[in-house]
């Protein structure tokens, strides 16, 4: 496993898992730059354009949002996290079918000792660039 802040890897061996690993890890410094006010507010275009119009989130409460909520969550959230790290572990590529991966990776955000932890499984198009369909998270213990 991973310190805070950092990351590992995907392990499942899957030819797509280290690029997909790269995904995910990328998508969530974007969060984690935004939540904690690091990002210029220009970033937001980018975080925002990695998803699919129909995007869907289930979160881990068991609520379903669509695009349009999340990014309004998010957007609202600017610097609401100071001193926040967001490390992925454990990233695998569960499914995948031409330009589809189905990924599952654990998400830990830390803001002092210890941390709060969620598995996630992350619908994924990888062409003409990456872009996230729908995201499933449940807390982890």
Not at 2 to 8: A, L
Not at 114 to 121: N, V
Request: charged share 20%; net charge negative; no cysteine.
């Amino acid at each position: 496993m991973s310190e805070p802040g950092t990351s590992e890897p995907g392990t499942s061996g899957h030819p797509m898992a280290d690029a997909a690993y790269r995904e995910v890890a990328r998508h969530h410094r974007l969060i984690e730059r935004w939540l904690t006010g690091a990002a210029d507010r220009a970033e937001f275009a980018a975080f925002a354009g990695a998803h699919a119009p129909g995007f869907t989130l289930a979160g881990p409460d068991g609520a379903v949002l669509r695009l349009d909520e999340v990014l309004a969550a998010v957007g609202a959230a600017y610097g609401d996290a100071p001193g926040l790290t967001i490390s992925i572990r454990d990233a695998h590529v569960v499914a995948a079918s031409g330009d589809l991966l189905v990924v599952t990776y654990e998400e830990w955000h830390h803001t002092g000792p210890g941390g709060t932890g969620r598995r996630a499984t992350a619908a994924l198009r990888t062409v003409p660039t990456w872009r996230w369909l729908h995201l499933h998270e449940t807390w982890l213990p």
